[in-house]
């Protein structure tokens, strides 16, 4: 694991999110250390930790500030999987005029997830 910038999510249910993100949207466990988890999709990095220490879940927020960007192989196959697992869809597939098609989705505790895939023209 050699990244030298990744987002660090907060949860309180961090070990119900490790399982949420790998069983619906995909990601793979990278390596485990205390209670942080390294979290790859892509050729992404993110960590997720407990909300302490000052971080909190969008859940005990009331809402997300921030939104994480993926790029995948397949988004229609992507999505399609994790409407199947109960993502919140928050916009449906579409193709955008720059060429991606793209969806955006809430996990369980409220984090705003916008996946795309880079169409060839």
Request: proline content about 3%; hydrophobic content about 40%.
């Amino acid at each position: 694991m050699n990244h030298d910038l990744y987002p660090r999510l907060a949860y309180e249910g961090e070990q119900a999110a490790v399982e949420w993100l790998t069983r619906v949207f995909g990601f793979k466990e990278a390596t485990r250390k205390e209670n942080l988890v390294w979290l790859e999709l892509s050729g992404g990095l993110v960590m997720i930790s407990s909300a302490s220490y000052g971080l909190k879940s969008p859940r005990q927020l009331g809402g997300t500030g921030t939104k994480v960007n993926v790029y995948v192989d397949d988004v229609d196959a992507h999505y399609e999987h994790a409407k199947a697992e109960g993502a919140v869809i928050e916009r449906p597939l579409e193709t955008m005029p720059w060429g991606d098609r793209r969806y955006e989705a809430f996990d369980l505790e409220g984090h705003w997830w916008h996946f795309a895939q880079r169409l060839e023209h």
